[in-house]
């Protein structure tokens, strides 16, 4: 799956469908699956180092998690998180940390949030050479200046300037766009104005494709559950019982048997 793959799904009518990743296995289980796209996200923060919000990820974190997912990958195309403060202090320093993430994580794009204000952005690093997926709408690293994770775009005056983000993302050469916590109505006008792809997380279903948290949608992760998250599966309550499993046969000395017993 390439860039320009992903780009014709739009033309062709086809739903692309993307994950997050984070590590080896669970990237080779979704690859191996017939993911689109694999996304190495700053949600690593929540869902694999317990923060609270995106914000304490590092480029470095985001490294580590991209060449593990790019070893399990076969088929999908991945694409790196751009993190707090990797982008916003401007152009030179963004090329500086997506270089990093293509050359040293193996990245083949990635993603930055914002829309008008960070089109000299996206564009200088397009034009190095990295393609870019934009991201709008609630925009998670802005979770202090929103108060909260809150649906974007419900005023009038708040949706015109969300549209003109996304047209802006794409009017810098971004490649695709994020739709995330939005009106579905919003959502389906982006996508329709846009000639990019769009990929929505509670954006509802008119958007070109989807994407969720691995971790949500499988059930590992429940300290909040979004309303725009489906489970399906309950992991957590799956490992649970095989972790409490192998204790009694440990303590019962069910387990070694002789199957497993070297002579």
């Known amino acids: 799956m390439t860039?320009?793959?992903?780009?014709?799904?739009?033309?062709?009518?086809?739903?692309?469908?993307?994950?997050?990743?984070?590590?080896?296995?669970?990237?080779?289980?979704?690859?191996?699956?017939?993911?689109?796209i694999l996304l190495v996200g700053d949600s690593l923060g929540s869902v694999v180092q317990?923060?609270?919000?995106?914000?304490?990820?590092?480029?470095?974190?985001?490294i580590y998690h991209t060449k593990a997912v790019v070893r399990?990958?076969?088929?999908?195309?991945?694409?790196?998180?751009m993190p707090f403060m990797t982008f916003q202090l401007g152009v030179d320093e963004a090329k500086r940390n997506a270089g990093r993430l293509v050359q040293e994580g193996g990245a083949e794009s990635v993603k930055l949030?914002?829309?008008?204000?960070?089109?000299?952005?996206i564009e200088g690093l397009v034009k190095m050479g990295v393609p870019v997926m934009g991201h709008v709408g609630l925009t998670p690293q802005?979770?202090?200046?929103?108060?909260?994770?809150?649906?974007?775009?419900?005023?009038?005056?708040?949706a015109r300037a969300i549209l003109d983000d996304a047209m802006a993302v794409e009017q810098a050469g971004a490649f695709a766009v994020v739709l995330e916590g939005m009106p579905v109505q919003l959502a389906r006008e982006i996508t329709q104005r846009v000639s990019i792809p769009t990929i929505g997380i509670?954006?509802?279903?008119?958007?070109?494709?989807?994407?969720?948290?691995?971790?949500?949608?499988?059930?590992?992760f429940?300290?909040?559950?979004?309303?725009?998250?489906?489970?399906y599966a309950n992991l957590k309550e799956t490992i649970g019982g095989a972790v409490r499993s192998y204790m009694e046969e440990v303590r019962t000395e069910a387990f070694p048997a002789e199957e497993h017993t070297f002579h």
């Open 3 to 36: 860039v320009p793959e992903v780009c014709s799904m739009k033309e062709k009518g086809e739903k692309i469908v993307c994950l997050t990743a984070y590590d080896y296995c669970l990237a080779r289980i979704l690859d191996e699956s017939g993911i689109d």
């Open 50 to 62: 317990g923060h609270d919000s995106t914000l304490p990820v590092t480029v470095d974190d985001v």
């Open 72 to 81: 399990g990958r076969r088929r999908a195309l991945v694409v790196s998180d």
């Open 113 to 121: 949030e914002g829309g008008v204000t960070q089109a000299a952005t």
């Open 142 to 158: 802005s979770v202090h200046q929103f108060g909260g994770y809150r649906i974007q775009g419900r005023g009038e005056a708040d």
């Open 202 to 220: 509670g954006a509802g279903m008119h958007c070109d494709g989807q994407i969720l948290v691995v971790h949500d949608m499988l059930g590992l």
């Open 222 to 231: 429940d300290d909040f559950t979004p309303k725009f998250v489906k489970r």
